[in-house]
């Protein structure tokens, strides 16, 4: 199993925390986003770990290199860092994951290592984490579950009274899903008009094909997406001395 984490985004709204250090360099309680991160993906046994890097990407890859030597480490450039999303970052990991079961992380979530565990260990193949105990807005990726907690939309445009929860921006992927996930980037990213998507429209596409994702409910176990310097306050509040 691969760890993919995407880091390649400037944290424009984290201005001025940013200005000279990446989003998942930031400290919390004297250790970096990046740092709790890496050390619960070796807690859980994940060994190679995929980084898909863009804004000041020399300093995340000399951290790493320093901090955790015994990872295997594969780097990614995102070139076109400044004008795409999460959907290019990972689509560019195809080379390295594709075929492999992978977990996917968005760079700047502090999360309790519960969740990883339990995400490791759930039964599902495709699996996306949902915390139910959120309001959602907008800005949240929204995911609507029938059934068998079968996801059927993972959107920011999905109506917050429809959906179950929000989707915390860790999912694990299987190998044969992961083939036609990332067929179906590069057939997205053929196109400029969506350099912006989130990866959750490849999700979404693959789900109309009758493809399986499941959710996993997260809910009570502290977690936070780090967007704004109100969201870097919230995950000093939660994880100071406790992680």
């Known amino acids: 199993m691969k760890a993919i984490i995407l880091a ?8 001025p925390l940013t200005d000279h250090c990446p989003k998942s360099l930031l400290t919390i309680d004297g250790k970096t986003i990046l740092e709790m991160m890496l050390s619960h993906i070796q807690d859980c046994g994940i060994r190679e770990v995929v980084f898909v890097l863009g804004y000041l990407q020399d300093q995340i890859r000399d951290y ?13 450039i995102n070139e076109r860092y400044t004008e795409t999303n999460t959907g290019y970052s990972l689509m560019l990991t195809r080379d390295i994951a594709e075929g492999s079961t992978f977990i996917k992380f968005d760079a700047d979530v ?10 490791i260990g759930s039964r599902y193949e495709n699996c996306l984490c949902i915390d139910k105990n959120i309001d959602l807005d907008a800005e949240e990726v929204k995911v609507i579950v029938e059934g068998d907690n079968r996801v059927v939309r993972a959107s920011k445009t999905v109506n917050p009274a429809d959906a179950m929860g929000e989707s915390i921006g860790i999912e694990k992927i299987g190998g044969e899903v992961s083939k036609l996930l990332f067929a179906e980037l590069e057939t ?8 912006q998507e989130y990866y959750e429209a490849a999700y979404e596409k693959l789900i109309a094909k009758n ?4 959710a996993m409910d997260i809910t009570g176990l502290p977690w936070t997406e780090i967007d704004t310097q109100e969201d870097f306050a ?7 001395h406790t992680v």
């Open 64 to 76: 790493v290199t320093e901090q955790f030597p015994n990872l295997l480490t594969h780097y990614i």
């Open 234 to 240: 919230t995950a000093r509040k939660i994880f100071s």
């Open 8 to 15: 390649a985004g400037v944290g424009s709204r984290i201005r």
């Open 188 to 195: 997205m990213m053929k196109e400029k008009k969506h350099y």
């Open 110 to 119: 502090v999360f309790d290592i519960n969740i990883l565990k339990n995400l």
């Open 211 to 214: 493809v399986p994702f499941y």
